[in-house]
Every structure is written in C-alpha cells, then in structure tokens.
C-alpha cells in the first residue's frame, strides 16, 4: 500500500481502459472460449470475458500490455463478473478462486515487467470486482464473493477493486465479508471504490464513516465515481467529496445505447478536475481505447510542467 500512497502525493494516477472493447475487436469464435479444457461444457461460454484468463491467457496479458505502453500506470483484472453469482449462470462456481487467483497472475505478470522497464514508475494491479443485479443479503455476499477475494488476494493484486456498485446495500455486505476475511487472517489490505452516478453524493461520507467504525481492517486509498456519457455536474460532484481518501474518477466514453463522449468534451472535463485537484485517478471504461489512455498520460505530463 505504501507505494501506491507515495506514487499519488507525487502524481495522478492514470487506469487503464476497456478490456472487452479490445477482446471484441479479435472477433474470437467458440473455441477461444471454451478451449479444449470446456469443450464439451454444458453452457455456451462464448461472451464470458473472464473464462479468457483460464482458456485464453496469452490475450488477456496482450492487452494488459496494450494499456501499460499507452502509458497506464494501473491495470484491472479480467474478474469483473468473475463471482459465483454469475459463474452459477455458467455452471462454473466452483471455478471462482482458480479465475481470479489465474487473472490476477496474469496481470501481475505483465506489471513486474513495465515496473522493471521503468523503474521510477511503478506499475499497479486493481483486483476488480463488480456488483450483481439484484439486492443481496450477508449470506449471499459471503457465497458469492469469498472466493473472489481469496483469489485475489492469492494472486498478489495491490487493491481490490469495488467497481461501479449501483447498490449500496450490496456494497455493504460484500465490504463486510472483505474485513471479515481480513480479520480472520490479522490482516489489512487497500481497496478502492467507485459508486454509480445514479446513488446519492451523501453516500460518500456516510461509507467513509462505516469503514472507519465497521471494517477496520480495510484501508480505503480511494474513493469516487464511474460515469456515463453524461459528464454534467462531475465539477460539483467531486468538490463534495471530502475525506483524506484519493479520489477516483472512471468515465465510460460510449453509453449503453453507443453514444459516444467526444474526444474534446472528455478531455476539457479531465484537464478541468485534475488542474483543480479534484481527482488523483482517472481512468475509462466502456469504449476506451489505448487512445484515450496515452492522450490523458500526455495531458497529465503537460499539466505536471505548469
């Protein structure tokens, strides 16, 4: 934790991009997917990303790469659907710490190596982790996500990564069985997180007190947000966040319905928060290519030299 603490009082930190936009690009068939080891799996697996890492690993790690040459300084595991919720929905549960454990290997990997390349810029590895779509009670979390973590944790990521949770209620259970696995191992650990835009701003300070009293064996680096397209109202937003945490920024640039945040726009919103302060990571989600992230580690040099 300690060298991702001292890299942000140095500079703001940039993500990577959008995994899937590049896998998608490969028009990958059946057997991508399933490989020899599923070929004769019961469910279509073709359109899982996160089978990729066990049947496909050389392509994870090709665009972890992509990322970290565009000039990344973090990279997300392939593991944002990779809980036991959805791989039940693949008759693949029990597959669930083997596919983190597998994709946070990976990425390591590939982050040792740029770390080593340069080595006044360390390279980092959120283990990522996404919410599910419906309400879920303590017990739920603890099935669906303690092999997730344990994965993780096992395949060495510098965070864990609670990404884009539209629920908080869910964000809270899921955090519970996080401290209590650290708690069972007299340990701590860094997580980042980021809420939807559609949960209310007073969510913030009310999690930030939770961890505090609550889940004492988490350390939260960072907190923040994952947009849409629609960037109105970021300046205000993150003015309001207020907590000694850093503080994340995530901006999908294509929306669900393929509408797409224009290079300027996007940029002007980024020059804008990062001059002001007011993040200290910023990365892209859906639709993010290695464009974006070598035009936003340029922008973040220029305003270095101000």
């Known amino acids: 934790m300690n060298k991702i603490i001292s890299q942000l009082h140095k500079r703001v930190l940039i993500l990577d991009g959008d995994l899937s936009y590049y896998i998608d690009k490969y028009n990958l068939r059946k057997y991508d997917y399933h490989g020899s080891r599923f070929m004769q799996h ?3 697996l073709t359109g899982f990303y996160e089978i990729l890492n066990l049947t496909y690993p ?6 972890h790469e992509k990322f970290f040459k565009a ?3 973090i990279i997300r595991t392939n593991t944002f659907k990779a809980n036991e919720y959805y791989l039940s929905q693949y008759d693949l549960a029990n597959l669930a710490y083997e596919i983190n454990y597998t994709a946070a290997k990976l990425a390591r990997e590939v982050a040792v190596k740029y770390s080593l ?3 006044n810029r360390p390279r980092f ?3 990522r982790i996404g919410d599910i779509d419906r309400q879920i009670s303590l017990q739920d979390s603890e099935l669906y996500y303690s092999q997730q973590i344990k994965g993780l944790f096992a395949g060495k990521v510098d965070v864990i990564f609670f990404e884009n949770f539209r629920s908080y209620q869910n964000l809270q259970q899921v955090l519970q069985v996080l401290d209590s696995i650290l708690k069972r191992r007299n340990r701590r ?3 980042v997180i980021t809420l939807s835009a559609d949960l209310k701003e007073e969510l913030y ?3 930030i007190s939770e961890i505090n009293e609550h889940w004492t064996n988490i350390d939260l680096v960072a907190l923040g947000q994952s947009r849409g397209a629609d960037l109105n109202g970021l300046f205000e937003t993150f003015s309001k966040i207020h907590s000694e945490q850093a503080k994340i920024l995530c901006v999908n640039v294509r929306d669900d319905s393929g509408v797409q945040v ?15 302060g007011l993040v200290n990571i910023v990365g892209i989600g859906r639709g993010g290519s290695v464009d974006y992230v070598e035009a936003l580690d340029k922008l973040v040099k220029d305003l270095e030299l101000k």
């Open 117 to 119: 390349i340069d080595k």
């Open 58 to 63: 050389q392509l994870v790690q090709e665009i």
């Open 205 to 207: 300070g009310q999690l």
């Open 125 to 127: 590895v959120f283990g």
């Open 262 to 276: 224009s290079e300027s726009e996007f940029f002007e919103v980024m020059k804008h928060l990062i001059s002001q």
């Open 71 to 73: 000039g990344a300084d």
């Open 189 to 191: 650990y860094p997580v």
């Open 42 to 44: 019961s469910k279509n």
